[in-house]
């Protein structure tokens, strides 16, 4: 069954992340005032939502086949990351069209403006995919960091087969081109295992996804460092 979270409120805004995603070094802060200002501005307009389901993993050994119950493929990644798991919670989450045109809206007059909009919606979607594990946590459930479609050997043609098994159109409007780009563009899919055993009950986010990304030479976590 395709559930729905909907949080209240996220957690504050991390300024170092949104300064990380727009590629600046602590030497090279920008005005703060811009900042604060488009932060004021954007904030109100993200209406954060996630559709998601329970799926039966079977890990067939051959080949590095998995078998994630709305799809089957081979991938050494997603075999290492759910060897001990019974089960994948596969989600979607998206901040909403608002968000996205609030960037269009602000591009046509400022691109620097625009880029760190950009920064502030890749800080708030990781935001919004960090509350729905805390959420998960706190219910019970010992789950692995997240993994999404088109990093380490995981396809990106995965999101037809994720977009089906959600229903992400009818669920939180999010749609999929033919060329597998989300609108709205700050969305994110991912997976991640169900473990057996007794889950910590205290809420905590899983570690950076940058600390388990296989990309090493991205500028991003370059940035962080």
């Not at 811009?34 to 904030?43: A, I, K, N, W």
């Not at 939502?49 to 067939?60: L, Q």
């Not at 990106?156 to 409007?173: H, M, N, W, Y």
């Not at 991640?192 to 990304?213: E, I, N």
């Amino acid at each position: 069954m395709i559930r729905l979270f909907i949080p209240d409120t996220l957690p504050d805004v991390s300024h170092n992340e949104v300064l990380r995603y727009a590629g600046y070094r602590k030497s090279t802060l920008p005005d703060t005032d811009t900042l604060q200002y488009l932060l004021e501005l954007s904030l109100p307009h993200i209406q954060g939502r996630i559709c998601y389901d329970f799926f039966p993993v079977c890990i067939e050994g051959q080949q590095d086949m998995v078998d994630l119950g709305f799809a089957r493929l081979s991938s050494h990644s997603l075999c290492q990351l759910l060897a001990d798991s019974k089960q994948v919670v596969l989600f979607a989450a998206t901040l909403g069209l608002n968000f996205d045109r609030i960037v269009a809206r602000t591009a046509k007059t400022s691109s620097y403006d625009a880029w760190i909009l950009h920064a502030i919606g890749a800080e708030r979607i990781e935001a919004l995919a960090d509350a729905f594990e805390i959420m998960l946590r706190s219910q019970g459930y010992d789950i692995t960091r997240r993994f999404s479609p088109g990093y380490g050997d995981v396809p990106l043609t995965l999101q037809r087969e994720v977009f089906s098994a959600l229903d992400c159109p009818r669920k939180i409007g999010l749609t999929l081109t033919e060329t597998l780009l989300m609108s709205p563009a700050k969305s994110v899919t991912a997976l991640a295992g169900v473990r057996s055993g007794t889950c910590d009950q205290s809420p905590k986010p899983s570690m950076h996804q940058c600390a388990s990304c296989s990309l090493s030479n991205c500028s991003l976590r370059d940035s962080r460092e």
